[in-house]
């Protein structure tokens, strides 16, 4: 049976081209993030040693690339998006892979008609690379189940922001290294469990009532004129409405599985279980690198008023090293955050 253990991390920076810039000799603290329907973060502190420091200062933002490793298993990479230079250390800060996309807008004129939103997502996802390709590749875990009509203009608009709608309209995508996952967000696929033992310290249950809405109105493109909405007065709420536009969508049928889709997503009030600064006990019956966001936990506790025992779906990983030094040795904490959205709601 996987445990989460306490693990130990080594990092490096490599070049755009592959080749190796500098490894992490003397790693003083690192962290790495996964996050759903996101960009991830992670940061890596270094004392250079020897011959690090020259190398160490040739590094550039957008240019080098972070990847780090836990127990030489490769869990994370992403380009450097930030550089801080000082005294005997040198502070390396990085986005995952989606953030290339951030900077890219659609590169051709594209309509989709009734396609499932995975497909939209995979050509919106190779198009944003396709002029200058960092290295990536996509992986669809399942298709979404949810068709629609969309259409983009070259030019116009943040190829991760179409992505983001994508994402509230009935599809999920994560970043695992270099490769994007797409998943519908009725994956239900178990990793691990965790109890009250396995989170010695506590853990905090909250509701968000600012995300309810129990009416969705999705507009379309103006040429089309199309309005969706779902859902209505729920009986144990009340009425809460949400309008937003989506002038990427063509269709009638499309707006309406747009509005379904964020209707199913926010008409309950969304519970959140975040182990907050506590550490998941090494013993928990969980294998860190496959806590991947979309994924889910099955989570049974009673150590707040809120008792739960449910199948939450991972939202949020972060996991941080400290090298420690001669009064305070290092530690490995793993910090993981898991949510009942429409689809793990009973």
Same mark, same amino acid.
Request: charged content about 20%.
């Given at each position: 049976?996987?445990?989460?253990?306490?693990?130990?991390?080594?990092?490096?920076?490599?070049?755009?081209?592959?080749?190796?810039?500098?490894?992490?000799?003397?790693?003083?603290?690192?962290?790495?993030?996964?996050?759903?329907?996101?960009?991830?973060?992670? +940061? @890596?502190?270094?004392?250079?040693?020897?011959?690090?420091?020259?190398?160490?200062?040739?590094?550039?933002?957008?240019?080098?690339?972070?990847?780090?490793?836990?127990?030489?298993?490769?869990?994370?990479?992403? =380009? &450097?998006?930030?550089?801080?230079?000082?005294?005997? %250390?040198?502070?390396?800060?990085? *986005?995952?892979?989606?953030?290339?996309?951030?900077?890219?807008?659609?590169? #051709?004129?594209?309509?989709?008609?009734?396609?499932?939103?995975?497909?939209?997502?995979?050509?919106?996802?190779?198009?944003?690379?396709?002029?200058?390709?960092?290295?990536?590749?996509?992986?669809?875990?399942?298709?979404?189940?949810?068709?629609?009509?969309?259409?983009?203009?070259?030019?116009?608009?943040?190829?991760?922001?179409?992505?983001? *709608?994508?994402?509230?309209?009935?599809?999920?995508?994560?970043?695992?290294?270099?490769?994007?996952?797409?998943?519908?967000?009725?994956?239900?696929?178990?990793?691990?469990?965790?109890?009250?033992?396995?989170? =010695?310290?506590?853990?905090?249950?909250? #509701?968000?009532?600012?995300?309810?809405?129990?009416?969705? &109105?999705?507009?379309?493109?103006?040429?089309?004129?199309?309005?969706?909405? @779902?859902?209505?007065?729920?009986?144990?709420?009340?009425?809460?409405?949400?309008?937003?536009? *989506?002038?990427?969508?063509?269709?009638?049928?499309?707006?309406?599985?747009?509005?379904?889709?964020? +209707?199913?997503?926010?008409?309950?009030?969304?519970?959140?279980?975040?182990?907050?600064?506590?550490?998941?006990?090494? #013993?928990?019956?969980?294998?860190?690198?496959?806590?991947?966001?979309?994924?889910?936990?099955?989570?049974?506790?009673?150590?707040?008023?809120?008792?739960?025992? *449910?199948?939450?779906?991972?939202?949020?990983?972060?996991?941080? %090293?400290?090298?420690?030094?001669?009064?305070?040795?290092?530690?490995?904490?793993?910090?993981?955050?898991?949510?009942?959205?429409?689809?793990?709601?009973?």
């Amino acid at each position: 049976m996987a445990v989460a253990g306490c693990g130990t991390h080594q990092a490096m920076v490599l070049d755009r081209s592959g080749a190796t810039v500098a490894v992490a000799n003397v790693l003083t603290s690192v962290e790495w993030t996964r996050v759903l329907d996101g960009v991830s973060t992670a +940061q @890596a502190t270094i004392n250079p040693d020897g011959d690090c420091c020259g190398r160490l200062g040739r590094i550039s933002t957008w240019r080098s690339r972070l990847v780090i490793f836990r127990d030489g298993q490769y869990v994370w990479d992403g =380009p &450097i998006t930030g550089i801080t230079w000082s005294l005997g %250390e040198v502070e390396i800060r990085a *986005q995952d892979a989606l953030a290339w996309l951030g900077d890219r807008v659609p590169h #051709e004129n594209k309509a989709f008609t009734n396609a499932d939103l995975s497909e939209i997502a995979e050509w919106l996802i190779e198009d944003g690379y396709r002029p200058d390709d960092p290295g990536h590749t996509v992986e669809v875990v399942g298709k979404a189940g949810v068709s629609g009509s969309r259409s983009y203009s070259a030019g116009i608009g943040q190829t991760l922001d179409h992505l983001g *709608q994508l994402a509230e309209a009935g599809i999920d995508y994560t970043a695992i290294g270099s490769k994007i996952l797409l998943l519908p967000e009725t994956h239900l696929v178990p990793v691990g469990r965790l109890s009250d033992t396995d989170l =010695p310290d506590g853990l905090e249950v909250s #509701e968000d009532g600012t995300g309810l809405a129990t009416r969705w &109105i999705v507009a379309g493109s103006e040429g089309s004129g199309v309005i969706g909405t @779902a859902g209505g007065i729920d009986p144990y709420y009340g009425l809460h409405e949400r309008y937003v536009e *989506q002038t990427e969508i063509t269709d009638q049928a499309s707006a309406d599985q747009a509005a379904g889709a964020r +209707q199913r997503a926010s008409g309950t009030v969304p519970v959140v279980i975040d182990t907050q600064q506590v550490t998941i006990s090494p #013993e928990a019956a969980v294998n860190v690198p496959s806590l991947v966001p979309g994924w889910c936990l099955d989570v049974t506790s009673a150590s707040t008023c809120r008792t739960v025992r *449910q199948r939450l779906k991972i939202t949020g990983l972060r996991v941080a %090293e400290t090298g420690g030094n001669d009064n305070n040795p290092g530690s490995e904490s793993v910090q993981v955050q898991v949510a009942a959205s429409g689809a793990e709601t009973p």
